[in-house]
């Protein structure tokens, strides 16, 4: 079972950028789809991004469309994603996932899930 760590998540003023990354353990990480969800206080977990094991595809919700980049190295089962021209309203625990295919990650169809990383973005 591949287990899930997020880091990379912290303070950042309003127009500034953060990479968050999400480090896999297990030998499947990359047949896994993979993708990223945020949930603000008193919101519901939403999709931000998502990714396919091949890295061919991605998908990107369009609150963050233009603004971030999902990627992975499945040579050191790892995800990223890149955030920039952060705004206030982008502060959120953002988990790490992982799933069968970008279409059903974007559902919240997710196998595994990571603990977060909180970012928050100040005005």
């Known amino acids: 079972q591949v287990q899930l760590v997020e880091s990379g998540g912290g303070l950042v003023q309003a127009g500034g950028s953060l990479r968050l990354s999400c480090a896999a353990s297990g030998p499947t990480f990359s047949s896994y789809a993979m993708g990223w969800f945020r949930q603000a206080p008193g919101k519901a977990r939403e999709f931000v991004a998502a990714?396919?094991?091949?890295?061919?595809?991605?998908l990107y919700s369009n609150s963050v469309k233009g603004r971030s980049t999902i990627s992975r190295d499945n040579a050191k089962n790892a995800m990223y994603l890149q955030m920039n021209s952060l705004k206030p309203e982008d502060t959120a625990v953002y988990y790490c996932?992982?799933?069968?295919?970008?279409?059903?990650?974007?559902?919240?169809?997710?196998?595994?899930w990571g603990k977060g990383a909180l970012v928050t973005v100040s005005s």
């Open positions: 990714i396919t094991s091949s890295s061919s595809s991605t």
């Open positions: 996932a992982a799933g069968s295919t970008i279409v059903s990650i974007k559902v919240g169809g997710v196998n595994i």
